[in-house]
């Protein structure tokens, strides 16, 4: 991801906002400005909790492989990791790195709560860009 459209995205990621439609009160996350149920125009910021459940989830212990090493996107990362698809208390669904935990812990509909982490690194000089996490409570 390019460096200002981290910038743009930081409100979301650091603090978990997403949109509230003022009409049908719909929640969206990630942000939207148009209400997908009733159209309204006028979406407000809307703060989530942080406080979710795991709807599935899956663990990678494979590294993504780029050989050609083209996909400058798509930094080297540790294995393994688990992300996990979550239902915020509020309604809305999103996907996330669950951490600060044994893989054989996670399950589905188990109780998650917002973390605060690195996210990725972009080169030894780079910016490092924070971001939301799970993990179980
Ligand atoms: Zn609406």
Same mark, same amino acid.
């Given at each position: 991801m390019?460096?200002?459209?981290i910038w743009?995205?930081?409100p +979301? ?6 949109r509230?439609c003022p009409?049908?009160k +719909? !929640? ?5 400005? @148009?209400?997908?149920k009733c =159209?309204c ?5 809307y703060?989530? +909790?942080?406080?979710?459940q %795991?709807v /599935?989830f899956?663990i990678?212990? /494979?590294p993504?492989?780029?050989p050609? =090493?083209?996909?400058?996107?798509i930094?080297?990362r540790?294995?393994?990791y688990a @992300?996990?698809?979550?239902k915020?208390e509020?309604?809305p669904?999103? /996907?996330?790195?669950i ?6 812990? %996670?399950?589905? =509909?188990k109780?998650v ?7 990725? +690194?972009h080169?030894?000089?780079? @910016?490092?860009?924070?971001g939301?996490?799970f993990? !179980?409570?």
């Amino acid at each position: 991801m390019a460096v200002p459209k981290i910038w743009r995205k930081i409100p +979301e990621y650091y603090n978990l906002i997403g949109r509230q439609c003022p009409e049908c009160k +719909e !929640l969206y996350f990630p942000v939207r400005d @148009v209400c997908k149920k009733c =159209g309204c125009l006028e979406m407000t910021d809307y703060k989530f +909790e942080g406080k979710g459940q %795991i709807v /599935t989830f899956t663990i990678t212990r /494979t590294p993504i492989s780029d050989p050609e =090493g083209e996909n400058t996107e798509i930094p080297a990362r540790d294995v393994p990791y688990a @992300v996990a698809v979550i239902k915020l208390e509020e309604g809305p669904m999103l /996907t996330a790195e669950i951490v600060d935990c044994n893989f054989e812990d %996670i399950e589905i =509909g188990k109780n998650v709560e917002v973390v605060f982490r690195k996210i990725m +690194e972009h080169g030894a000089k780079g @910016v490092i860009q924070y971001g939301y996490k799970f993990r !179980l409570c």
